[in-house]
């Protein structure tokens, strides 16, 4: 049974987000962000930022869904492993894999293949077993998992302060312009659909993506795009903010795909961090996988015109 809490606030300037993770202490402040993103908590009827301050006698309503419980169960499967210490370890990640197990995806995730090689990896509040940060099911490329609490407290102290360096490969609709871009619009939940995210005016998070042109690819472009920021779904939702969707992406994208590809075109190409213990500066690639890679492939082919053809077009001059 979902649960509400009333709160109304005793003082000016507490972010809403600590004030309702403390006197709501069965509740995380991690949980209560993701609330909060999910449009499950209001100040004064409106939906809001985690660090909206607040005003004294502001009325607070937070709904808290009840616990959809899945168990998490070591299931050996195959691993590409690109990086590992004592502290960490860096996988290269299919396109066709569940980060974490949730309704409808309850077994066969990275999370279960994880467990069933690293047995010790810390478990998180919401049962997320050594993930730091988090890839959609048809992204491919790198993700780091931490092996114990203070690598993963010191990863995502990285992640937060921006230190970490992410990179994608996105092939988009149509032709971009001009070859180097900022994206900077807040994003949050979608208020006409709340299982998408998208640019809003209000209750948004600060959200920046930058880009640079890789490659035309007649009426597609090839990308680099950097997230200076982690919101969820930010590439695609940017890239669809300009209109420029992701090639695939069902979601986000058009809804007559022009491109027959099994799955969205964004890979995590390259992640430059720091080593928790040494302090060493790591940077790790993945190549795009065969499936990606052979759509390239096809769009660099030269056009073929057989002389049937030629002959009806130079009729048409």
Known sequence: MEKTHRLTAARDGERVDKYAAQQVPSLSRSRIRHLID??????????????????EGDELVLRVPPAEEVELIPQPMPLRVVYEDDD????????????????????????NALLARYPDLPIDEDGRPGIVHRLDKDTSGLIIVAKDDASRRNLQGQFKEGQVDKIYLALVE????????????????????????????????????????????GGFTLLEVRPRTGR????RVHLAFVHHPVV???????RKQRLAVERQFLHAHRLSFLLPTSGQ?????????VELASVLQDLRKPTVIDAEEWERLGSED
């Open 174 to 217: 149509g032709t971009v312009k001009p070859e180097r871009g900022i994206v900077d619009a807040p994003i949050g939940r979608d208020p006409k659909n709340r299982k998408r995210m998208a640019v809003v005016r209000t209750g948004g998070r600060q959200a920046v993506t930058e880009y640079r042109i890789l490659e035309h690819l």
């Open 232 to 235: 969820t779904h930010q590439v």
């Open 88 to 111: 960490l370890v860096v996988v290269d990640k299919p396109g066709d894999l569940v980060v974490h197990p949730a309704p409808g995806h309850e077994s066969g995730t990275l999370a």
């Open 248 to 254: 695939g992406d069902r979601v986000y994208g058009r």
């Open 281 to 289: 500066a790591v940077e790790l690639e993945s190549e795009l996988p």
């Open 38 to 55: 999910a449009g499950l908590l209001t100040v004064n009827g409106r939906v809001v930022r985690p660090s909206q301050r607040l005003r």
